[in-house]
């Protein structure tokens, strides 16, 4: 890794030392009989990490665990990296090996929630230290690392009503329970709902996948002759969304969340695809394990949120953009 990347790194967690003491949050993550931390850094042990993906068959999760490993390498850790497959049993039972084999700190990607909470209760109970990336896990983690989902939902919103000019019939393609589509969802309903000329028709769920949400989309065609514009919750979902949208021949416009580098294309190309509000999932991760190594070294409190700017690519600003 870069000397710059070990660099932000080593700046951020000392900040994090620094600043936490003011931050909001009185939540204490030591629950269960957690071993010592403080002075680890010291230790001659050597540092492992875990990280548990929701999914892997991604690019936005691919990029991501590429930093990961970089950023682990960089302050020597070993790794451990799992694959749930959105199987949330699956997730349990990776995070629980995981804390047999003795990770210290656990960055968790949960595929459900609530769903894994038993998990991180397990892990707490072992003193790993847990930080939930991407997406919001229940239980007694030590900070959530995650982009402002209400407001990626939001931006996408407000580029679909400007576009409609504020009136037209539109639908969600809906997706997995976890904390950022629910927001995502939110923000998007509370963009359309300024404008009372946009009515929202149908609500379906492509649950993220690009051949479900194919399957869904043409539904959602059928159902609704005059639909004009439909919202993703995730680019994967839309890039399958896209392909009902063009083998329709209909006019019906396309926005979404992520940034991935099929979507950025379909955008430049022009089409139904409008817009997409990108996400930084290396930022997430690499300041996810900035939060996680401050509390090893020692930090008493480190933030329990942190949340990630997120940024509307259309087809005036998307060249050149890339995770």
Same mark, same amino acid.
């Given at each position: 890794? *870069?000397?710059?990347?070990? #660099?932000?790194?080593? $700046?951020?967690?000392?900040? =994090?030392?620094? !600043? /936490? @003491? ?91 929630? *609530?769903?894994?909470?038993? #998990?991180?209760?397990? $892990?707490?109970?072992?003193? =790993?230290?847990? !930080? /939930? @990336? ?52 939110e923000g998007f309903k509370a963009a359309i709902a300024k404008h009372p000329g946009i009515e929202l028709v149908d609500t379906q769920n492509g649950k993220q996948n690009r051949e479900k949400a194919m399957s869904v989309t043409e539904n959602m065609l059928q159902a609704n002759p005059d639909l004009n514009a ?13 392909? /009902? ?79």
């Amino acid at each position: 890794m *870069k000397k710059k990347s070990l #660099a932000f790194l080593i $700046a951020l967690v000392f900040s =994090v030392m620094f !600043v /936490a @003491v003011g931050c909001s949050s009185d939540k204490s993550s030591s629950s269960g009989e957690k071993k010592e931390s403080e002075g680890k850094a010291a230790s001659d042990e050597e540092l492992l990490i875990g990280m548990s993906f929701q999914e892997m068959n991604n690019p936005y999760f691919i990029s991501m665990n590429e930093a990961f490993e970089d950023a682990a390498k960089a302050v020597g850790a070993k790794t451990i990296i799992a694959d749930a497959q959105h199987d949330v049993s699956k997730q349990i039972s990776d995070i629980e090996d995981m804390i047999q084999k003795g990770v210290d700190i656990l960055l968790i990607n949960p595929t459900d929630s *609530k769903g894994v909470e038993s #998990a991180v209760i397990a $892990a707490n109970k072992a003193g =790993v230290i847990v !930080v /939930a @990336v991407d997406a919001q896990a229940s239980g007694p983690i030590d900070s959530f690392v995650g982009s402002k989902n209400y407001d990626a939902g939001l931006l996408a919103g407000e580029q679909m009503a400007k576009d409609l000019n504020g009136k037209g019939k539109v639908a969600i393609l809906d997706g997995i329970p976890v904390v950022p589509i629910l927001e995502r969802v939110e923000g998007f309903k509370a963009a359309i709902a300024k404008h009372p000329g946009i009515e929202l028709v149908d609500t379906q769920n492509g649950k993220q996948n690009r051949e479900k949400a194919m399957s869904v989309t043409e539904n959602m065609l059928q159902a609704n002759p005059d639909l004009n514009a439909i919202f993703s919750v995730n680019d994967e979902g839309a890039l399958g969304s896209l392909g /009902a949208i063009e083998a329709s021949g209909r006019d019906v416009f396309l926005y979404s969340v992520d940034g991935h580098p099929e979507a950025i294309e379909a955008i430049l190309k022009g089409g139904a695809f409008k817009a997409t509000t990108a996400q930084f999932p290396r930022d997430q991760v690499r300041i996810g394990l900035g939060m996680a190594l401050a509390k090893y070294w020692g930090a008493k409190v480190v933030p329990t949120e942190v949340p990630i700017d997120v940024k509307l690519q259309t087809k005036e600003n998307a060249k050149g953009f890339s995770w």
